[in-house]
T-cell receptor, first 113, second 114 residues
Framework: DQQVKQNSPSLSVQEGRISILNCDYTNSMFDYFLWYKKYPAEGPTFLISISSIKDKNEDGRFTVFLNKSAKHLSLHIVPSQPGDSAVYFCAATSNNAGNMLTFGGGTRLMVKP | DGGITQSPKYLFRKEGQNVTLSCEQNLNHDAMYWYRQDPGQGLRLIYYSQIVNDFQKGDIAEGYSVSREKKESFPLTVTSAQKNPTAFYLC?????????????FGPGTRLTVL
């Protein structure tokens, strides 16, 4: 049973426009969420996170929104740049999980020049 | 220049052979993790270690073994018992095992079993 799901395996966006990547979770114990970015043949790198006590966290062009009632979070990238083309993974954890992360399946973002 | 190194980047082995993947970190992190990534799938936790000389099974530990004799090293052995060993393997570390500590990832090793 997948506890973290990214239902869109891929997304294509024009440079300069907004990219919206979605993530759904089922485990109500999750209280901390992270987004990682991964280029081919490299390890993921941390992008942005959000605690369940917040509904929005912003860092430059990247904003994560959390809707706890819907068990849904989204990553907004504005404006999108060709260098943003990568696979984005959503991950979740909880206070009693000992820093174990549960990952979604990833969304491949392609930003066209 | 601190970080996590994994070697080799590409590894080929014959079916039935055990193979050990290396993971070294010089970040002075206590916790280390091994993940497996298959095409189109997310990362799945194989084993993790919160401190030297201690490790725990993750979600898909069958067919794998690890050791944590030194703080900076966490090698993963893929045994012949692992039914589908071909995958991309990622090692990660974090400051400690406490929740919400960012995990830093190595560049990965792609293992292909022929």
């Amino acid at each position: 049973d997948q506890q973290v799901k990214q239902n869109s395996p891929s997304l294509s966006v024009q440079e300069g426009r907004i990219s919206i990547l979605n993530c759904d979770y089922t485990n109500s114990m999750f209280d901390y969420f992270l987004w990682y970015k991964k280029y081919p043949a490299e390890g993921p790198t941390f992008l942005i996170s959000i605690s369940s006590i917040k509904d929005k966290n912003e860092d430059g062009r990247f904003t994560v929104f959390l809707n706890k009632s819907a068990k849904h979070l989204s990553l907004h990238i504005v404006p999108s740049q060709p260098g943003d083309s990568a696979v984005y993974f959503c991950a979740a954890t909880s206070n009693n999980a000992g820093n174990m992360l549960t990952f979604g399946g990833g969304t491949r973002l392609m930003v066209k020049p | 220049d601190g970080g996590i190194t994994q070697s080799p980047k590409y590894l080929f082995r014959k079916e039935g052979q055990n193979v050990t993947l290396s993971c070294e970190q010089n970040l002075n992190h206590d916790a280390m993790y091994w993940y497996r990534q298959d095409p189109g799938q997310g990362l799945r936790l194989i084993y993790y270690s919160q401190i030297v000389n201690d490790f725990q099974k993750g979600d898909i530990a069958e067919g794998y073994s690890v050791s944590r004799e030194k703080k900076e090293s966490f090698p993963l052995t893929v045994t012949s018992a692992q039914k589908n060993p071909t995958a991309f393997y990622l090692c990660a570390s974090s400051i400690g095992p406490d929740s919400y500590n960012e995990q830093f990832f190595g560049p990965g090793t792609r293992l292909t079993v022929l």
